[in-house]
C-alpha cells in the first residue's frame, strides 16, 4: 500500500522539480543508487519497471527505502496495463508512470488514490488525462516536443502541470528552457544516473550531481 497519498507526492514533485529515473535487475546496485540520490536530497525516484522479474527487484527496493530512506518516494514506470500497475502498487508504489494514456490505469490508480502519470503527446491527451483525475501530465517524448510546446499549451492551459521525460539533461541551458516554458519537474534517466557512473561505481561522483542538479533547478523555479 503506498505510503504517501497522490497529493503528497505531487507537491514534493513540484517542490524539488525532479523525479530521477533508473533500473536495473541488480538489487544491491539499485540501493546504492537509492541512497546516493537520497543523500544528494531527491526525494522521488522511478523505478522504471522494464526487465524480466523487475516486481522482484522494486520490492527489495521500496522495502529499503521504507526502512533506511525516511522521506523517499518510490514510484515505478513504463507500466502499460492496469494489472501491472495494481501489482506494484500492491508493493507499495506511491506513484504510476506510464508511456501513454490508457484510461484503465486511471481506474485502478484513482480507485487507491494513487498518483498516475501519463506520457501524453498532444493537446487532446492532456485534456483527456487531466479528465481522468490526473495532477501532472508527463510530455513523452520530452526531445521530440521541446520547450516550446509546453510553453503553448501553458497559454490556454495555466493550469496543466507538465513533467517531460526524455530530452532532458543536467546542463544548465537545457533546464532553463524546461523551466522558463513552464514545467513543474522533469524527470531525468541516463543524464543523470549515466552508465559511466554505474560501471564506475561512482556513488559519490552520482550524489554530487544529483545534488547539484536539484539546486540549479531552485534557483532556475525561484529566479
Aim: net charge neutral.
Amino acid at each position: 500500500m503506498a505510503q504517501y497519498s497522490r497529493i503528497e507526492v505531487a507537491t514534493v514533485m513540484k517542490e524539488t522539480g525532479m523525479v530521477p529515473l533508473f533500473y536495473h535487475p541488480d538489487i544491491e546496485l539499485g540501493k546504492k543508487v537509492l541512497k546516493a540520490c537520497y543523500d544528494g536530497g531527491a526525494r522521488l525516484l522511478e523505478f522504471t519497471a522494464r526487465g524480466d522479474f523487475a516486481y522482484e527487484v522494486f520490492l527489495e527496493l521500496n522495502k529499503y527505502a521504507i526502512k533506511e530512506l525516511p522521506g523517499m518516494i518510490m514510484g515505478v514506470g513504463s507500466i502499460t496495463d492496469a494489472a501491472a500497475a495494481s501489482l506494484f502498487m500492491q508493493m507499495g508504489a506511491n506513484f504510476i508512470v506510464t508511456p501513454s494514456l490508457r484510461e484503465d490505469i486511471a481506474v485502478v490508480c484513482n480507485r487507491r488514490k494513487v498518483l498516475w502519470s501519463p506520457g501524453c503527446g498532444s493537446l487532446t491527451e492532456i485534456n483527456n488525462a487531466e479528465e481522468l483525475g490526473c495532477e501532472i501530465v508527463k510530455l513523452f517524448p520530452g526531445s521530440t516536443y521541446g520547450p516550446g510546446f509546453v510553453k503553448a499549451i501553458k497559454g490556454p492551459q495555466p493550469w496543466t502541470s507538465v513533467m517531460p521525460t526524455g530530452g532532458v539533461s543536467t546542463e544548465e541551458s537545457n533546464l532553463k528552457g524546461w523551466f522558463d516554458a513552464g514545467v513543474t519537474c522533469v524527470g531525468m534517466g541516463s543524464q543523470l544516473i549515466s552508465k559511466d557512473v554505474l560501471a564506475a561505481g561512482d556513488f559519490a561522483q552520482l550524489e554530487e550531481t544529483v545534488k547539484s542538479t536539484l539546486a540549479l533547478i531552485k534557483r532556475l523555479k525561484n529566479k
